[in-house]
């Protein structure tokens, strides 16, 4: 005995081939709704942006690294003069 689902689904035409283009048609949707708000989340200013704590990471590290920078530039204009 087929099930009253079964039945709907064959009386409707939902076969397998069905499912699939519906469930791709989804997934595309899904893709431009996430491409889209990557694409918003880019023309935000970056305090807009909620803070998460690998975004905290890495700023904390990009600041480590510049201050290491200006820190060995510094020290280079402060000891190339007594080289010359």
Avoid: W
Avoid at 34 to 48: F, G, H, I, N, S
Avoid at 61 to 73: I, M, S
Wanted: proline share 4%; no cysteine.
């Amino acid at each position: 005995m087929v099930s009253t689902r079964k039945q709907i689904e064959v009386s409707e035409g939902e076969g397998t081939d069905a499912k699939i283009a519906s469930l791709a048609q989804q997934m595309e949707k899904m893709t431009l709704m996430m491409a889209k708000l990557v694409e918003d989340l880019a023309r935000k200013p970056q305090d807009e942006i909620p803070d998460d704590s690998r975004r905290k990471k890495s700023l904390q590290r990009n600041l480590v690294q510049v201050k290491a920078k200006r820190r060995n530039q510094i020290l280079i204009k402060l000891v190339s003069p007594k080289l010359l």
